[in-house]
């Protein structure tokens, strides 16, 4: 079983969609967090979800919105998709910050 | 507000020769740090990770890292490369409130026959 998942593992639209990316993670983790990395490979934090709740949400346009029905889901939906949106987006999960934290395999967008 | 520095985003080694992947870090409180590797169109894995304790750390593929506080490093290092080494490196911190890990640019690691 894998830990995190994510699903598409890629996804192609054209620009103005509307898309989700859909995240689970079968480890009991308590938070939940997506990343997008940049054609540079850079990883910047988007949104964090600790049991259902909202905490960061880090200068991210609203045309993205996460919702995290249970704590083992966290998804993400990007309205009126635009070009630079194009990224690889990971989900993680963890549970301490000690223990660092588990990434899925990311979901590759691409807008065109 | 904690960050990471790493120092050459390419780094080009022999197989055989030793792996040296420099991090640097700023952070108000005592850090934890963590080396996470990327292979190609995949995600991040956690090689190893300094929290509290033994400053040497080791990690998996027989890589390891020294958190040296009054350098502010923690750099990661492996004896002898492999060409299955071949991938990006990522030091992080963490930052603690709110929890999230702040990842440095990361280091292409090239392995050569």
């Not at chain 1, 934090?45 to 905490?55: G, H, P, Q, R, T």
């Not at chain 2, 304790?53 to 490093?73: M, R």
Request: glycine share 6%; aromatic share 12%; hydrophobic share 35%.
């Amino acid at each position: 079983d894998t830990a995190v998942s994510q699903t598409p593992k890629y996804l192609v639209t054209q620009m103005g969609n509307d898309k989700s990316i859909k995240c689970e993670q079968n480890l009991g983790h308590d938070t939940m967090y997506w990343y997008k990395q940049d054609s540079k490979k850079f990883l910047k934090i988007m949104f964090s979800y600790n049991n259902k709740e909202l905490i960061i949400n880090e200068t991210v346009p609203n045309r993205f919105s996460p919702k995290s029905p249970d704590k083992a889901h966290l998804n993400l939906h990007i309205n009126s998709l635009e070009l630079g949106d194009s990224a690889v987006y990971f989900c993680a999960s963890s549970q301490e910050q000690a223990y660092g934290y588990t990434f899925g395999s990311g979901t590759r967008l691409t807008v065109v | 507000a904690q960050s990471v520095t790493q120092l050459g985003s390419h780094v080009s080694v022999s197989e055989g020769a030793l792996v040296l992947l420099r991090c640097n870090y700023s952070s108000s409180v005592p850090p934890y740090l963590f080396w996470y590797v990327q292979y190609p169109n995949q995600g991040l894995q956690l090689l190893l990770k300094y929290t509290t304790g033994a400053t040497l750390v080791k990690g998996i593929n027989g890589f390891e890292a020294e958190f040296k506080k009054s350098e502010t490093s923690f750099h990661l290092t492996k004896p002898s490369a492999h060409m299955s080494d071949a991938a990006e490196y990522f030091c992080a911190v963490s930052d603690y409130y709110p929890d999230k890990l702040i990842f440095g640019t990361g280091t292409r690691l090239q392995v050569f026959p």
